[in-house]
Each structure stands twice: as structure tokens, then as C-alpha cells.
Nanobody, 124 residues
Framework: QLSESGGGSVQSGGSLKLSCAVA????????LGWFRKIEGKKREAIAS???????TYTDSATGRFIISQDNAKNMLYLEMNNLKPEDTAMYYC????????????????????WGPGTRVNVSD
């Protein structure tokens, strides 16, 4: 079970840190990811992190986003900096026991578990 938080409204150039509570994970190896859905566009992958801490970013991350996890707290994070109006979207965290989903992030693999999403609005 996944649940995002930390979304909200921010001005262009601002920062937000999204959190995702990951409950019920019994897998030793897994992949966690962040995605976003911009209105009128297909859902896109942003970043992933595997159970070993290895990270993968897509072009959507554009060097402004950082993914991290706190295994002790079962939390996943996405730090977003220098936000722009085009970052306005619903942001989702996802999880899957297929470890190699992380290395295949650019192809948007079908993660099995999703949170309900958190809304980010960036204004000029």
C-alpha cells in the first residue's frame, strides 16, 4: 500500500519534497519509482530507486529532481528543485518486486502497486 504526500502550490523556482509511505513491503529486492501525469499527456516516469539504493532518472527529471528512500521508515522521497509551471501535474509513487523495472524505467514498465497521487501546482 502506497500513499503520497507533500504536494501543493508553489511559485516558479520554488522547491517541494514529496513523500511516499510504503506499507506492507515484504520483498528483499524491489523497485520504487516516481511518475507524473500532466493534464493532456501520457503518464511519464521520473525516477526510480532499487532495494540496493541504485537510482535511475529519465529526461523528465532534468537534473532538478532527486529520489531517495529511508528504509528504516519505509519512506520514498522525491525532492524537486527549481520548479517550473510545466512541472504542474499529479505525482504518483509506485512499487514492484521486479528489481529490473528500475533499469528499464525509460520504457515505463507496468509497476504493480500505485499510490493515489498528490497534486503539484507551479505558478509563474
Amino acid at each position: 500500500q502506497l500513499s503520497e504526500s507533500g504536494g501543493g502550490s508553489v511559485q516558479s523556482g520554488g522547491s517541494l519534497k514529496l513523500s511516499c509511505a510504503v506499507a506492507g513491503n515484504t520483498y528483499d529486492r524491489y523497485c520504487l519509482g516516481w511518475f507524473r501525469k500532466i493534464e493532456g499527456k501520457k503518464r511519464e516516469a521520473i525516477a526510480s530507486i532499487n532495494s540496493d539504493g541504485g537510482t535511475t532518472y529519465t529526461d523528465s527529471a532534468t537534473g532538478r529532481f532527486i529520489i531517495s528512500q529511508d528504509n528504516a521508515k519505509n519512506m520514498l522521497y522525491l525532492e524537486m528543485n527549481n520548479l517550473k509551471p510545466e512541472d504542474t501535474a499529479m505525482y504518483y509513487c509506485a512499487a514492484d518486486p521486479l528489481y529490473d523495472f528500475c533499469s528499464r524505467l525509460a520504457s515505463s514498465p507496468a509497476f504493480g502497486f500505485w499510490g493515489p497521487g498528490t497534486r503539484v501546482n507551479v505558478s509563474d
